[in-house]
T-cell receptor
Framework: QKEVEQNSGPLSVPEGAIASLNCTYS??????FFWYRQYSGKSPELIMS????GDKEDGRFTAQLNKASQYVSLLIRDSQPSDSATYLC???????????FGKGTHLIIQP | NAGVMQNPRHLVRRRGQEARLRCSPV?????VYWYRQLPEEGLKFMVY????????ESGMPKERFSAEFPKEGPSILRIQQVVRGDSAAYFC?????????????FGNGTRLTVT
């Protein structure tokens, strides 16, 4: 069974610091990796996608992928209180099913 | 704004009633996915559909749940004889092509409460 693991947190980070969110996955044939942000009571919002090993940067966000270690991470630079949310890691594999989501990491940015 | 549209936003049903959740994908998207989210839990895949076809329903409970995506009209997730354990947020997502290469765009969800 495909699994995506995340530390549920809460992860507390001071405003302006770097928030580091981590995710591991079990299916070696996984090909696509996504980070979603979900505010309480709202729907998941896609913030990053990454498909190949290495780093991908978009504004204050950097996604990092290491397929050999089956590890994907999200860095948020210059953290803002508005970044406080649950961050969901999602993985798509070679099978016929949809994205597999982790349970999410609850991030709190302290002003 | 032609995003994924779900309705109703909130649905209250008594035990034993039927719940019908509707999802209109982004215009031009032919792939629809349904996910369920329990409080403090992640999103659980339920079913993946293309127009008029169920591609993968491995996450769908074997009884009481069904889904369709007709040639015309929205995708429907139907829950018969609801029980309290069905209370959750149900999210629909769509993509223009195969899920492996394209990210999913979610609707605002339907929050089902079974009393």
């Amino acid at each position: 069974q495909k699994e995506v693991e995340q530390n549920s947190g809460p992860l507390s980070v001071p405003e302006g610091a770097i928030a580091s969110l981590n995710c591991t996955y079990s299916d070696r044939v996984s090909q696509s990796f996504f980070w979603y942000r979900q505010y309480s009571g709202k729907s998941p919002e896609l913030i990053m996608s990454i498909y190949s090993n290495g780093d991908k940067e978009d504004g204050r966000f950097t996604a990092q992928l290491n397929k050999a270690s089956q590890y994907v991470s999200l860095l948020i630079r210059d953290s803002q209180p508005s970044d406080s949310a649950t961050y969901l890691c999602a993985v798509a594999g070679g099978g016929a099913d949809g994205l597999t989501f982790g349970k999410g990491t609850h991030l709190i940015i302290q002003p | 704004n032609a995003g994924v549209m779900q309705n109703p936003r909130h649905l209250v049903r008594r035990r034993g009633q039927e719940a019908r959740l509707r999802c209109s994908p982004v215009k031009g998207h032919s792939h629809v996915y349904w996910y369920r989210q329990l409080p403090e839990e992640g999103l659980k895949f339920m079913v993946y559909l293309q127009k008029e076809n169920i591609i993968d329903e491995s996450g769908m409970p074997k009884e009481r749940f069904s889904a369709e995506f007709p040639k015309e009209g929205p995708s429907i997730l139907r829950i018969q004889q609801v029980v309290r354990g069905d209370s959750a947020a149900y999210f629909c997502a769509s993509s223009p092509r195969d899920r492996v290469s394209s990210p999913l765009h979610f609707g605002n969800g339907t929050r089902l409460t079974v009393t």
